[in-house]
């Protein structure tokens, strides 16, 4: 079992930067994948970035460029570095662990944190 607590969500102008965090607790996680979604109002949620257990990356094309996501295993912790907010990067921003073994599909989520590029 994973928890995860996201922090350092709120309200940005555009272009503005942000750096949000996920603590996973109950578990390391050096051995899941982790990767941020998000989700605006009225819509599906949506992957914003992954990190592979060997540090690969994964980007939607909207943030690429802009945002970086990077783990650190020691500190059970994985992070999303977003510059140069726009309007419609305003969302809740989810933490996901993911891992698939012989016994199954482990999927494990945060409760969100709100992120609101406004001037």
């Known amino acids: 079992q994973v928890q995860l607590v996201e922090s350092g969500g709120g309200l940005v102008q555009p272009g503005g930067s942000l750096r949000l965090s996920c603590v996973a607790s109950?578990?390391?996680?050096?051995?899941?994948?982790m990767g941020w979604y998000r989700q605006a109002p009225g819509k599906q949620r949506d992957l914003v970035a992954t990190?592979?257990?060997?540090?690969?990356?994964i980007y939607a094309d909207s943030v690429k460029g802009r945002f970086t996501i990077s783990r650190d295993n020691a500190k059970n912790t994985v992070y999303l570095q977003m510059n140069g907010l726009k309007p419609e990067d305003t969302a809740v921003y989810y933490c996901?662990?993911?891992?698939?073994?012989?016994?199954?599909?482990?999927?494990?989520w945060g409760q969100g944190t709100q992120i609101t590029v406004s001037s």
């Open positions: 996901n662990a993911r891992k698939v073994t012989e016994a199954g599909e482990y999927n494990y």
């Open positions: 109950g578990s390391r996680i050096s051995t899941y994948g």
């Open positions: 990190i592979s257990r060997g540090s690969s990356t």
